[in-house]
């Protein structure tokens, strides 16, 4: 067996000479520049969720065609040949002896031969219930379809949330190590004051001591992007890897937000989940007509066509045609079972769409409300960051001016990168509700999906 393993950024390969296994086998490479619409589109391409969607979808579908076939005329062809034996006593064909004779006709005739070839046609011409069933199965294709929606709108929302998670720990990578190089810098500028004895021994302690703690805090947010990446590599389905780079890094800082006028309306007009309920309301009220359908008349048309002999070639051309109207009278109390078993499927679908109403007023206008929160955040972040700036730069000159030590710098510095924290943070915040308000009114795809 030869086995390759390598760790973050590159896939593990297991292969074997008798099964030849190998994980990742059927997982795509990454892009080097992975951007959130490739993201997305690679996991519409590999998602095993959507694929088991799909194949519902096309159960469902395969079932309103069933439904339809019982509606549309069934033509079918019939050869057969036989040599066969008749007990007329078994059909109840007896004659009597004749007297000095015997038995003039013997019992059993035969053998001889039978063939026959012809086709038949049977067509339902007035069936109600069929009817009734045939736009039930429809109304319950609509629902699957609606569901199928209702999938990739929460596939897109699972793909966009983990690349904002990864985009925040890249930015927030990023802020510590800005934070990292101002504080050497200072680290610098204390280590030459202290050579000059313009500056203590305390200082520059104090001055190393912020460096190193901000070289941990960057390790660990190293380590935090990389999980990121890797979750979101697993997410779209791809190459288990961290070793790709995020294309959409601008698009984090972005605080663009929609505004709030017909979200709702929007929501209940495209919303999947939204209307694959509905469907399914109307798919029972439908059965419900059918069950009903059930008392009434059915009329019916057969016929058939063909050739009937002793021989293929020595036949004569016969056929039937019929009609037939059947009348249910009593069913053994079928009828009213199945009337009640589809009034309560209508209670329920009833009480699910209340449901699905009240989740989408709730999603939508606490994806509003989260945003805009958001968005405040970050403008009050911003503002602090000038400030937390600008002070940073008024202790740098008063430390290099002898006025006073490097503490005001360092507790500074500590204000800033806060600051910072706090402004991803809320960028975060920011890009996740409005990722959930396009799910939220039935968007995420169009959205988010080339």
Same mark, same amino acid.
């Given at each position: 067996m030869k086995r390759i393993a390598r760790w973050l950024g590159t896939t593990i390969v297991l292969t074997s000479s008798a099964g030849g296994l190998s994980l990742n086998a059927e997982r795509p490479p990454l892009p080097a520049q992975l951007s959130l619409k490739q993201a997305v589109s690679m996991a519409f391409a590999n998602s095993p969720l959507l694929k088991q969607s799909q194949a519902r979808l096309g159960e469902t579908e395969a079932a309103r065609d069933q439904a339809r076939a019982a509606l549309l005329p069934q033509i079918s062809v019939g050869v057969f040949e036989a040599v066969r034996t008749v007990n007329l006593e078994a059909q109840g064909i007896q004659f009597p002896d004749i007297p000095g004779i015997g038995q003039a006709i013997p019992t059993p005739?035969?053998? /001889?031969?039978?063939?026959?070839?012809?086709?038949?046609?049977?067509? +339902?011409?007035?069936?109600?219930?069929?009817?009734?069933?045939?736009?039930?199965?429809? #109304?319950?294709?609509?629902? %699957? +379809?609606? +569901?199928?929606?209702?999938?990739?709108?929460?596939?897109?929302? $699972?793909?966009?949330?983990?690349?904002?998670?990864?985009?925040?720990?890249?930015?927030?990578?990023?802020?510590?190590?800005?934070?990292?190089?101002?504080?050497?810098?200072?680290?610098?500028?204390?280590?030459?004051?202290?050579?000059?004895?313009?500056? %203590? $021994?305390?200082?520059?302690?104090?001055?190393?001591?912020? #460096?190193?703690n901000l070289q941990q805090v960057l390790l660990e947010a190293q380590n935090a992007l990389t999980v990121a990446k890797l979750e979101l590599a697993k997410v779209i389905h791809a190459e288990i890897s961290a070793g790709y780079e995020l294309a959409d890094i601008a698009s984090f800082y972005e605080t663009a937000t929609p505004s709030e006028q017909d979200a709702l309306k929007q929501a209940f007009e495209s919303r999947p989940d939204y209307r694959a309920a509905q469907a399914q309301l109307r798919a029972a009220e439908l059965d419900l007509r059918g069950a009903r359908a059930e008392r009434y008349p059915t009329v019916a048309f057969a016929a058939d066509y063909g050739q009937s002999?002793?021989?293929? /070639?020595?036949?004569?051309? $016969?056929?039937?045609?019929? &009609?037939?109207?059947?009348?249910?009278?009593?069913?053994? &109390?079928?009828?009213? #079972?199945?009337?009640?078993?589809? +009034?309560?499927?209508i209670a329920r679908a009833e009480a699910f769409l209340d449901e699905v109403r009240a989740e989408v007023e709730t999603d939508v206008l606490t994806a509003l409300a989260r945003a805009q929160s958001a968005k405040r955040q970050v403008e009050v972040a911003q503002a602090t960051i000038a400030l937390g700036q600008e002070e940073v730069d008024l202790t740098t000159a008063r430390f290099t001016a002898g006025v006073t030590d490097n503490t005001e710098i360092v507790n500074a510095q500590d204000r800033l990168t806060r600051s910072e924290d706090n402004r991803i943070r809320a960028l975060f915040n920011l890009q996740l509700a409005l990722a959930e308000l396009q799910r939220a009114i039935g968007a995420a795809e169009k959205t988010y999906r080339p």
């Open positions: 005739v035969g053998p /001889f031969s039978q063939f026959d070839a012809r086709a038949f046609l049977n067509q +339902e011409v007035l069936n109600f219930q069929q009817r009734y069933n045939h736009k039930a199965a429809g #109304a319950r294709l609509e629902a %699957s +379809e609606a +569901e199928n929606l209702n999938v990739r709108e929460l596939l897109a929302l $699972t793909v966009v949330m983990a690349y904002v998670n990864a985009q925040r720990n890249q930015a927030a990578e990023a802020t510590l190590r800005k934070q990292l190089a101002l504080s050497r810098q200072l680290l610098t500028i204390t280590t030459d004051r202290e050579s000059q004895g313009v500056a %203590s $021994t305390l200082d520059t302690r104090r001055a190393a001591q912020q #460096a190193n002999g002793r021989k293929p /070639f020595e036949n004569l051309n $016969t056929y039937r045609v019929q &009609g037939s109207l059947n009348i249910p009278v009593f069913l053994g &109390g079928r009828m009213a #079972a199945d009337g009640r078993q589809a +009034e309560n499927r």
